[in-house]
């Protein structure tokens, strides 16, 4: 029997990760289970939060560092007001497709702003971690070539150097190993079935944790 309370399960990744495919298999799994399920995504996930993220991916706007991380936070606090607390008070799951780990990872690791201003804004304009976070992690490399092949032109973030994302990456391992009972971390160079049967198993064991008396 599903759980009464609501859960905020977050995605995380850096370029090529495979996300996507990876959000499908969680939501089937989350539905399946008997759960009603919020999707989201960061930046956006509103409507103010759609118009910032058309803002920081523009490659057209050169924007600082601490303009990027306020627009982020700004676009977080509406998405957690409007569409996060609500959802998880009527105890939905809400499933996220990147969360404040990002800002940690981009801002703080790729971008070298302070991680203890991070920690502030969330505690200020958040308020809540996930409660359970995946990280589909994959070598840089492997990953900038498998989003190139889509054909898609490189959003702003996107154009950063290869040791932007090295650094993006050494944040988000830094994270999972500190906070090993919240970020579970799946091996994001197997074949996609092999991805997608990880993501899985850790949120059914999530889960199970989750629904205990």
Not at 72 to 83: C, D, H, K, N
Not at 146 to 157: C, E, L, M, N
Request: hydrophobic content about 45%.
């Amino acid at each position: 029997m599903a759980s009464t309370r609501g859960a905020l399960i977050s995605l995380e990744g850096g370029e090529g990760a495979g996300k996507t495919t990876v959000l499908v298999a969680l939501r089937a799994r989350l539905e399946a289970r008997g759960h009603d399920v919020v999707g989201t995504r960061e930046p956006g996930g509103t409507p103010a939060g759609e118009a910032i993220r058309a803002l920081l991916l523009d490659p057209a706007q050169p924007l600082v560092p601490n303009t990027e991380l306020l627009l982020m936070f700004a676009s977080r606090a509406q998405l957690v007001e409007t569409l996060v607390e609500p959802a998880l008070a009527r105890g939905d799951m809400v499933l996220a497709d990147r969360f404040t780990d990002a800002s940690f990872a981009y801002q703080g690791g790729g971008r070298g702003l302070p991680m203890g201003l991070i920690a502030d804004l969330e505690r200020a304009f958040v308020g809540r971690v996930p409660d359970f976070t995946l990280l589909l992690d994959l070598d840089v490399q492997a990953g900038l070539a498998r989003a190139r092949s889509r054909g898609a032109p490189a959003d702003r973030i996107e154009r950063e150097k290869d040791e932007f994302f090295e650094r993006v990456r050494g944040a988000y391992r830094a994270r999972a190993a500190a906070q090993p009972q919240r970020i579970a971390v799946v091996d994001a160079s197997q074949p996609v079935e092999a991805v997608v049967h990880d993501a899985c198993a850790a949120l059914e064991a999530f889960l199970d944790r989750w629904s205990a008396p």
